[in-house]
């Protein structure tokens, strides 16, 4: 994120905790990025403001929406603008996540009002602004060439099938530099090199600092490798070396 855009968004955040603390009616983001949630998280202490939360519509979504919470609201009591839809299509056709947002993006929607999307044989799953629902119902009708059918659902169900390779191994901490050597299986020098040039973020913020502690469920993206997430069960060997697992996105 350019530093222009970054202080432009900034500013925005900071005038929707104003618009709620001043009208005191519940407030909604678009879908932040890794990046932006981690601004979010920064801007949200800095002001004092602590009603808020992220929603949970997808279980370790990328994409998620803030939500800020009135004085007569608990952040868990906010209901988010969100609508889900499932989006299906032959199965014998092999559509993918960039088809998808390809032909979603050619409606004319933007990118910051779609969440993430799940995607099995034949069928999608995704989060959308409430908004947008009925027009993508309508409209979208083929990916390409392929014919599909959009309906809302309820609520995600192929967050069950996501999958994930686990990395188990033993690091002496939780530095950067070490979690990262075991998650890409490259010594720690190459780790260091690969933080040292900007190649690794942690919660979509980079970070070259190779003594930065990793903390449990952060998401860690290193460029040409993948994206992978610290487990939060964590063990302590005999000698004293905590036994970690990474789970990589697959």
Not at 13 to 29: A, G, H, M, R, Y
Not at 136 to 152: A, D, F, M, P, Y
Not at 163 to 168: K, L, M
Not at 195 to 218: A, K, M, T, Y
């Amino acid at each position: 994120m350019a530093d222009r855009s970054e202080e432009f968004f900034c500013a925005h955040l900071v005038n929707l905790i104003w618009t709620v603390e001043q009208k005191d009616f519940p407030v909604f983001s678009s879908f932040l990025d890794l990046h932006q949630q981690a601004l979010a998280e920064k801007i949200c202490m800095a002001e004092h403001f602590h009603a808020w939360c992220f929603d949970e519509t997808i279980p370790d979504a990328e994409r998620r929406m803030l939500g800020l919470a009135p004085s007569y609201l608990t952040p868990d009591q906010l209901e988010f603008p969100i609508a889900v839809l499932a989006v299906t299509w032959p199965a014998r056709f092999s559509l993918t996540h960039r088809d998808l947002l390809g032909s979603l993006l050619a409606l004319g929607i933007k990118r910051e009002t779609l969440g993430d999307f799940l995607i099995a044989e034949g069928r999608a799953e995704l989060a959308v602004q409430e908004h947008l629902a009925s027009m993508i119902s309508n409209q979208l009708t083929k990916i390409g060439r392929v014919g599909v059918k959009v309906e809302q659902i309820p609520a995600i169900t192929l967050s069950q099938n996501r999958q994930f390779q686990e990395i188990s191994g033993t690091v002496p901490s939780l530095r950067l530099d070490a979690v990262a050597a075991l998650a890409v299986r490259l010594s720690r020098g190459k780790a260091v090199q690969l933080i040292h040039e900007g190649r690794v973020q942690i919660n979509g913020l980079c970070c070259e600092s190779v003594s930065q502690l990793v903390q449990p469920g952060d998401r860690l993206s290193i460029r040409g490798f993948g994206k992978y997430q610290l487990a939060k069960e964590i063990g302590i060997t005999r000698r004293d070396r905590l036994h970690v697992v990474i789970r990589k996105y697959i």
